[in-house]
């Protein structure tokens, strides 16, 4: 699954449409029934949708464990739906979520970087994605439309002033720079306090500049719960946009944000030294340097635990969250999805800190769905557990919803430095118990063909004018992916990467590198499966599909970028790879030409290219005029 599918989704208003390979948990048998909610008296019966993008979370590194996030596991992975297979299809921030908020790769919108002109909120406005995107859709469909928290990078007043605000937002607060030179002295004399105070400033509902002071996610969830009550008073159903801040690296030190009261949890801490870490990347791509763990460790273990320590703010905030919707008596009529932007390394193939390449650390991203019906159209998951003494943690019981609790902002932890590391020590000791799981088949998910498109055009200094396109394929699981103590697995699956790299550094006609990585058995992308020569008959089968596939995605739009099978099998007889790998078609797959390059760029153009022109739609076949 990845981002255009949810954008998809996010418009429907539904869950109804996706099967993927997913993990559900039902509430158990004879749960206690929840206290009686507020009841308002509804105009509609459409589902609310909630959508938390946090900035910058991996899930490879185990961002997203149950110690590390226990209200995210309670609310959203007990009793939810975990994706273990949902990537980005580009590990970069502004590309990224402009993929979510139009349901279009980058080679669609051509919106490849954060900065002008191909990236960057000037970008997306003036290729005119506004135009017809996520919360546009949404208002027609009767929702009203809240924007919190980061819109789109290069988002400031003066870019406001000359390219408008983004339509299709009833309320919006996206942050903003300080609007004079004593703002900014203000903000920089609280940042230096001990610990440092936070003082934001919004361009609320693009009309005027507020100042507020507290850490910065607070400040949103905060506003999203005035919002809500706004359209539960009003009877209308509303979607929630809510980018965080964290865990991405604040104004101090370089460091991600972190409240006082978690500062001193989780200590000692460090980065998972994983098969990868410290591991150099093939010197023909360039990526990292050739020595081995050439920085400091210790800067990317503080720098792990700083962005765990920050993600407990917004683990809270998900507790208040749930409590809050309990409180309006909209629970079960709410979806609540929670994603990342993209996936980052600490270490990981000898890169210290970075989110653009195509291994799983940048693009397999955290999600996370709670669904409001007891008939979800997930399979059911018996998952794991807290193997607690009994009495003592109760991870199905309902919120609280007493008027206590309900008239004020909920916060269920102690804020003394005791309570927090009594908690996290209290946790540390419960073991976690992976359970049973059950199996499916094919016919389970629609004969989907389970195969993903990743692509980039890096600018800068890093990596410039090298470009990538990228499938990650799966072949139909036999089983539900089962979690474990050590955190983020994914077996069951039988997945391949494809790579097709244009490297600057080598001389035209000789761009194109590519990489092949079985993901069920090399999970850390270290064992390239073409470095061996000769390539195995049966490995040069699989690249032949797997690249006739990519040339598909790589122009793809509509449904041909969910079923690119489909598009070399118009008759349906094939759908996926498993299906592909069917012996009577190996002289089809090995007669299209490979995916090719004729010059890198840092931006999309197809001219740039050299694909099988069978594989490419016919209103793109101008830009390969001359191409045999």
């Known amino acids: 699954m990845n981002q255009l599918i949810l954008c998809v989704l996010l418009a429907l208003g539904t869950t109804n449409h996706i099967a993927l390979a997913g993990r559900t948990r039902s509430p158990p048998p004879s749960p ?192 999203a719960f005035n919002w809500m009550e706004e359209s539960v008073d009003a009877g209308v159903p509303f979607f929630l946009y809510l980018a965080s801040a964290n865990p991405h690296d604040g104004p101090v030190d370089g460091m991600p944000r972190v409240e006082a009261k978690f500062a001193n949890a989780m200590p000692g801490l460090k980065v998972p030294r994983g098969p990868n870490y410290g591991v150099p990347t093939d010197p023909r791509f360039g990526m990292s340097k050739t020595k081995p763990l050439w920085w400091d460790p210790a800067w990317t273990d503080k720098h792990y635990r700083m962005r765990a320590l920050s993600m407990l703010t917004i683990d809270e905030q998900i507790d208040r969250l749930v409590t809050k919707l309990e409180c309006l008596g909209i629970l079960n009529n709410t979806y609540i999805f929670f994603s990342s932007d993209n996936g980052f390394k600490l270490g990981q193939h000898n890169i210290p800190s970075e989110k653009f390449t195509y291994f799983e650390e940048d693009v397999a991203l955290p999600f996370f769905t709670l669904h409001p019906q007891p008939n979800s159209p997930f399979y059911n998951y018996t998952g794991p557990y807290w193997n607690a003494a009994a009495g003592t943690v109760d991870m199905f019981a309902p919120p609280q919803t007493s008027a206590a609790v309900c008239k004020k902002a909920i916060n269920s932890f102690d804020e003394t430095d005791d309570a927090v590391n009594a908690r996290f020590a209290q946790l540390e000791s419960s073991a976690f118990v992976a359970g049973a799981v059950n199996g499916w088949s094919s016919a389970a998910l629609g004969r989907r063909s389970l195969a993903g498109l990743i692509e980039q055009w890096k600018y800068g200094k890093l990596w410039r004018g090298k470009d990538y396109r990228v499938i990650r394929a799966c072949m139909p699981p036999n089983a539900t992916i089962a979690a474990s103590a050590a955190g983020a697995r994914r077996t069951g699956n039988v997945c391949y990467k494809y790579v097709v790299f244009c490297d600057i550094d080598n001389a035209p006609g000789k761009l194109r590198l590519t990489q092949l990585f079985n993901l069920s058995s090399d999970e850390a992308e270290i064992h390239d499966l073409l470095l061996k020569t000769p390539v195995p008959t049966g ?90």
């Open 32 to 223: 206690p029934p929840r206290p009686p909610p507020r009841a308002p008296t509804p105009k509609s019966n459409k589902p609310n949708i909630i959508m938390i993008l946090v900035d910058d979370m991996d899930y490879m590194l185990n961002a997203s464990h149950p110690y590390y996030l226990p209200m995210l596991h309670k609310h959203m992975r007990l009793q939810g739906t975990e994706f273990p297979h949902f990537i980005t299809s580009v590990g970069n921030c502004c590309p990224s979520r402009t993929s979510l908020l139009t349901g279009r790769h980058c080679h669609n919108t051509n919106l490849t970087a954060n900065d002008p002109p191909h990236g960057s909120y000037i970008g997306f406005k003036t290729k005119k994605l506004d135009k017809s995107y996520l919360p546009l859709w949404l208002q027609d469909a009767g929702y009203r439309t809240y924007q919190l928290g980061k819109v789109l990078n290069g988002f400031k007043g003066s870019v406001t002033t000359q390219y408008g605000c983004l339509p299709g937002w009833d309320h919006s607060m996206p942050p903003i720079e300080p609007q004079s030179d004593a703002a900014a002295a203000r903000a920089d004399a609280l940042l230096q306090q001990k610990p440092p105070v936070y003082l934001s400033f919004y361009y609320t509902d693009c009309q005027y500049v507020e100042e507020v002071e507290g850490e910065p996610d607070i400040n949103l969830f905060n506003r």
């Open 539 to 628: 490995t040069q089968r699989l690249v032949d599909r797997l690249d006739a596939a990519l040339t598909v995605l790589s122009y793809c739009s509509g449904s041909s970028c969910t079923q690119p099978f489909s598009r070399i099998h118009t008759d349906g007889s094939v759908v996926n790879l498993a299906e592909a790998m069917d012996p009577q078609y190996d002289s089809l797959y090995a007669g299209f030409k490979k995916l090719d390059y004729k010059q890198c760029a840092d931006y999309y153009d197809p001219s740039h290219e050299i694909p099988d022109l069978r594989l490419v739609p016919l209103e793109l076949l101008k830009a390969f005029q001359g191409q045999a």
